[in-house]
């Protein structure tokens, strides 16, 4: 008799059971980590939006807070000179109004200057790309919900 060579059926599906249970044990800790990820990044991109709207009301006090985000980006094709209409403080991409799993909004109130402003970012697909919403206003102190938000009031429990 000969010596067989290579696997048999069953050492190969002990092999592939093994592969499956360690890949369910990955997957999700994959996903929580980019939703993580995820949320990290627009905690960054609403402190970034709160530094711009400083420096939007300290370059531009006739006009105040900016009333959305494409005031704080280029406009048109290039950044020279900014002006109140294009001030390049913010990257376009943050000015889309989406990054990384989130969608941004930024809202100015109050009469001609704007006194006083709103940022929020909601996760575009909720438990999937983000689990909380994000918001800060002229006090600069980011808030969340674990509701999509509309305007920051302001009642979210402020971040830590």
Same mark, same amino acid.
């Given at each position: 008799?000969?010596? %067989?060579?290579?696997?048999?059926? $069953?050492?190969?599906?002990?092999? @592939? *059971? +093994?592969?499956? +249970? +360690? *890949?369910?044990? #990955?997957?999700?800790?994959?996903?929580?980590?980019?939703?993580?990820? /995820?949320?990290?990044?627009?905690?960054?991109? $609403?402190?970034?939006? /709160?530094?711009? %709207?400083?420096?939007?009301n300290s370059s531009y006090p006739t006009v105040g807070?900016?009333?959305?985000?494409?005031?704080?980006?280029? &406009?048109?094709? /290039?950044?020279?000179?900014?002006?109140? &209409?294009? #001030?390049?403080?913010? &990257?376009? %991409?943050?000015?889309?109004?989406?990054?990384?799993?989130?969608? =941004?909004?930024?809202?100015?109130?109050?009469? /001609?200057? #704007?006194?006083?402003? *709103?940022?929020w970012a909601n996760p575009i697909a909720p438990n %999937?790309?983000? @689990?909380?919403? =994000?918001?800060?206003?002229? &006090?600069?102190? @980011?808030?969340?919900?674990? +509701? *999509?938000?509309?305007?920051?009031?302001?009642?979210?429990?402020?971040?830590?």
């Amino acid at each position: 008799m000969r010596k %067989q060579k290579g696997f048999s059926l $069953i050492e190969l599906l002990i092999v @592939v *059971a +093994i592969i499956l +249970i +360690i *890949a369910a044990i #990955a997957i999700p800790n994959l996903l929580r980590a980019r939703i993580s990820a /995820n949320e990290s990044s627009a905690v960054a991109s $609403i402190r970034t939006l /709160n530094t711009a %709207q400083v420096s939007y009301n300290s370059s531009y006090p006739t006009v105040g807070f900016a009333s959305s985000l494409a005031y704080l980006t280029v &406009d048109g094709a /290039n950044c020279s000179p900014p002006d109140s &209409d294009g #001030a390049c403080l913010i &990257d376009t %991409q943050l000015a889309s109004g989406s990054k990384s799993g989130y969608s =941004f909004s930024l809202a100015a109130s109050g009469s /001609n200057p #704007a006194g006083s402003y *709103a940022a929020w970012a909601n996760p575009i697909a909720p438990n %999937q790309t983000g @689990v909380r919403s =994000f918001c800060s206003v002229a &006090d600069a102190v @980011v808030r969340y919900s674990t +509701i *999509a938000l509309t305007t920051c009031a302001g009642t979210e429990t402020p971040l830590q």
